[in-house]
């Protein structure tokens, strides 16, 4: 992670607090949107939170987390999630965020019954299940979002991105 783009991803964390998640998962499907999905699902309420057609057709969800220190946990709700968006034919993944200035994104591809409800997981034990195209596909693209959007004013920062996602064709807000 470029070292600008670290900085501002700590700055947001401190000022945002519990936001901080769900303004990074809007950063990460403006990513998307730049990198020439052609269709993104972006929920902040409830289900899975990203659904993308990606530019070659590919129809993935993810669950994106953000991780503050070496290790995060997945709720059932998140797994069970995944589960219905991979029965209805689309590919699950975690996005995962550390917040080290070495960390990049982990989209990690999810198979059922492999990652347990609750359970304590090293970033490092995703790493087996890494889908490094994709990763590389978004990596310029969130630099540049973080970059250019993550200095929105602090009432209603999340509002703010939402503004910035409708203007793309291929956004959809849940």
């Not at 020439?36 to 987390?65: C, F, M, N, P, W």
């Not at 975690?94 to 409800?117: C, H, Q, T």
């Amino acid at each position: 992670m470029k070292h600008e783009v670290h900085r501002r991803l700590t700055d947001l964390a401190l000022v945002s607090d519990k936001e901080y998640g769900k303004l990074v998962q809007k950063l990460l499907a403006i990513a998307f949107c730049e990198a020439g999905a052609t269709r993104v699902v972006e929920r902040s309420i409830q289900g899975i939170d990203l659904e993308v057609t990606t530019s070659d057709g590919r129809k993935v969800a993810l669950e994106v987390k953000t991780a503050q220190d070496e290790a995060l946990s997945f709720g059932k709700k998140d797994l069970d999630g995944l589960a219905r968006q991979a029965e209805d034919g689309l590919e699950p993944y975690f996005a995962v965020l550390g917040s080290k200035l070495l960390d990049e994104w982990i989209i990690a591809r999810y198979f059922e019954n492999e990652i347990e409800p609750a359970r304590k997981y090293r970033l490092t034990q995703l790493r087996p299940y890494r889908d490094t195209g994709l990763e590389d596909s978004i990596r310029a693209e969130f630099d540049h979002a973080v970059i250019k959007y993550s200095d929105v004013p602090d009432a209603n920062r999340q509002a703010a991105l939402d503004e910035v996602l409708r203007a793309y064709d291929c956004v959809s807000i849940a």
